[in-house]
């Protein structure tokens, strides 16, 4: 895999990490948790999340001349004391109504 971008941002969201690999972008949302009192680090990435970073990854994918057929694909790096857990297309790419605008 290769690392294209590291904390991209657009106007409203932020994607941790942007890689690529045989001709898939992939965005990575990393979340770290110290413990479990406020849940699993994976459980921050709320549908309103996603929808924030599929916003930010549609800004992403224009800024780059890349349509919207580009493949994609959603992670999500979640760590804890206990070890590293990488979830690979934790989540769709949906980019209809208020996310299709570029962000």
């Known amino acids: 895999m290769r690392i294209r971008e590291q904390n991209y941002r657009s106007r409203r969201a932020e994607v941790d990490l942007i890689g690529e690999k045989d001709g898939t972008i992939i965005f990575f949302e990393v979340k770290y948790r110290r413990s479990g009192v406020s ?28 349509g919207t057929d580009q493949a994609v694909r959603f992670d999500v790096i979640s760590m804890r004391k206990e070890g590293i857990r990488w979830i690979k297309d934790a989540f769709p790419f949906t980019f209809s109504g208020r996310n299709s605008r570029v962000w």
């Open 39 to 66: 849940g699993s680090p994976e459980s921050a990435v709320t549908p309103a999340k996603q929808k924030r970073i599929c916003g930010c990854a549609l800004r992403y994918l224009y800024e780059k001349g890349l």
